[in-house]
């Protein structure tokens, strides 16, 4: 079955520039799109087909998507980003998720 | 304003069975493929089935194919989840949710509040 690796975790200070990766066998070839889930509460999509921003999503979220990563950016990173993220692409039409990534901010 | 509610969680013992629906409100559902998706106590997030705008085609997770029906009333613009054999394993938090467009392969852009299903003796 397909899988989507996340590293577990990545740290930033205030201010700076996050990326979170996401690997899969060809993922370039499929749609890549990121969640952000805070406690609590629902995920929230940030980035869909690969680099579009839903709206009301902030213009520091940004994504792209070749070869066999995707990647999440968050530039100027805030406190209020700080979350748990999670990968998504479609493979045989079943929905395939990364483990996740929390994001800290330090 | 574009909502989904889901309900339907509550304590089952293993074996057992539970349906969940999820209503939808302020789109056409009808023409949305649906999806459940779960998620286990700290865990992350884990996709389990899906629904095509018809009904007339249905996909699952391996975790799950064989004892998880899905289903939906386009009527009463409801999604269901019939979970039977119940294992310790299927407590999570179970989420509907909807696509940014209407086909099955798209990221999700409206989310329920999620409802919990504990397996337990």
């Known amino acids: 079955s397909y899988e989507l690796t996340q590293p577990p975790s990545v740290s930033v200070s205030p201010g700076q520039t996050a990326s979170i990766t996401c690997s899969g066998d060809?993922?370039?070839?499929?749609?890549a799109c990121w969640y952000q889930q805070k406690p609590g509460q629902s995920p929230v999509l940030v980035i869909y087909q690969d680099n579009k921003r839903p709206s009301g999503i902030p213009e520091r979220f940004s994504g792209s998507n070749s070869g066999n990563t995707a990647t999440l950016t968050i530039s100027g990173t805030q406190a209020m980003d700080e979350a748990d993220y999670y990968c998504?692409?479609?493979?045989?039409?079943?929905?395939?998720f990364g483990g996740g990534t929390k994001l800290t901010v330090l | 304003e574009v909502q989904l509610l889901e309900s339907g969680g509550g304590l089952v013992q293993p074996g057992g069975s539970l349906r969940l629906s999820c209503a939808a409100s302020?789109?056409?559902?009808?023409?949305?493929?649906m999806t459940w998706v779960r998620q286990a106590p700290g865990k992350g997030l884990e996709w389990v089935s899906a629904?095509?705008?018809?009904?007339?085609?249905?996909y699952y997770a391996d975790s799950v194919k064989g004892r998880f029906t899905i289903s939906r009333d386009n009527s009463k613009n409801t999604l269901y989840l019939q979970m039977n054999s119940l294992r310790a394993e299927d407590t999570a938090v179970y989420y509907c949710?909807?696509?940014?467009?209407?086909?099955?392969?798209?990221?999700?852009?409206?989310w329920g509040q999620g409802t919990m299903v504990t397996v337990s003796s």
């Open positions: 060809k993922l370039g070839d499929k749609y």
């Open positions: 998504q692409a479609w493979d045989s039409s079943r929905g395939v």
């Open positions: 629904i095509s705008g018809s009904g007339g085609s249905t």
């Open positions: 949710a909807k696509p940014t467009v209407p086909t099955t392969a798209d990221a999700f852009d409206i």
């Open positions: 302020g789109f056409t559902f009808s023409t949305y493929a």
